[in-house]
């Protein structure tokens, strides 16, 4: 009984947080008149048309492969600047306001400076054409969140570690690619999983970029959706539900993950 409080407040929390998500699983399958007023469950059938019709109403194949291609080069290519980057803050000995003056750029807002970054890569010639994809990626090359992470998980490995294993003959890049990303994995993946979700989700940036339809993201494509006239609340739920899926898969099967790696840090 000491404990019903406690339950009751995480039972609250999680409904709060799941019911959005139910709601736009329900409503997807929902026929018009169910949505309006809003049903918690279909009254008069299910409509499972709604996600043919969302198909053929914008590219979404197209536009899942974009924000897959988009998803997929800036989770490597930050998994990769931040090993290498939370690797020299740990064991090259550098200064300490070096890393504060890193850390500093997470209170930088992306808004605050999206404006130079689209003059910069349209200067480049990377808002049309196949460039476009290096486009959508190049701003997003290092993440200071990830490094600060991976730095954390670096530290609770004893400094004895690294002096064996340059007693053996490995120098820097051997011991970090052979002994500390393995014993890193889970760090890594959070860091990972952190990042693909964070660009899948990416809308602002894509909005402002793109220009050819045929290089718009899943985000985009669901928000024309919205705008379509003739666009039924069930066909936008639709949409929704086919932008969520990647990341719910991610997140149900990439939890412990998560869980481990940003626990890795805590005790040293």
């Given at each position: 009984m000491r404990k019903l409080p406690v339950y009751l407040v995480l039972g609250l929390a999680a409904t709060t947080v799941l019911f959005p998500v139910y709601y736009a699983f329900a409503g997807s399958v929902m026929v018009p008149g169910d949505l309006s007023p809003p049903a918690?469950?279909?009254?008069?059938?299910?409509?499972p048309g709604n996600f043919g019709e969302v198909l053929s109403a914008v590219p979404l194949a197209r536009?899942?492969?974009?924000?897959?291609?988009?998803?997929g080069l800036i989770t490597v290519s930050q998994l990769f600047t931040s090993v290498l980057a939370a690797y020299a803050f740990v064991y090259l000995r550098l200064p300490?306001?070096?890393f504060w003056g890193f850390l500093a750029t997470l209170m930088v807002p992306v808004e605050s400076i999206i404006i130079p970054n689209y003059l910069r890569i349209s200067d480049w010639g990377l808002a049309r054409g196949p460039g476009t994809y290096l486009g959508l990626v190049l701003p997003f090359l290092a993440s200071a969140f990830g490094t600060f992470l991976l730095r954390q998980s670096f530290r609770q490995f004893p400094a004895e570690l690294r002096d064996a294993a340059a007693m053996d003959g490995a120098g820097h890049l051997r011991f970090l690619f052979?002994?500390?990303?393995?014993?890193s994995k889970p760090a890594i993946a959070a860091v990972g999983v952190y990042v693909f979700l964070t660009?899948?989700?990416q809308f602002l940036w894509p909005l402002l970029l793109v220009r050819d339809p045929s290089y718009q993201t899943l985000q985009i494509g669901v928000s024309q959706l919205n705008d379509a006239e003739a666009a039924?609340?069930?066909l936008i739920l639709a949409g929704v539900v086919l932008s969520l899926l990647p990341t719910l898969a991610i997140v149900i099967f990439g939890q412990r993950h998560i869980v481990r790696g940003l626990t890795a840090g805590a005790v040293q």
């Open positions: 918690l469950f279909p009254r008069n059938g299910i409509r536009q899942y492969a974009n924000s897959a291609i988009q998803a300490r306001f070096v052979r002994i500390l990303v393995p014993l660009a899948w989700n039924s609340p069930g």
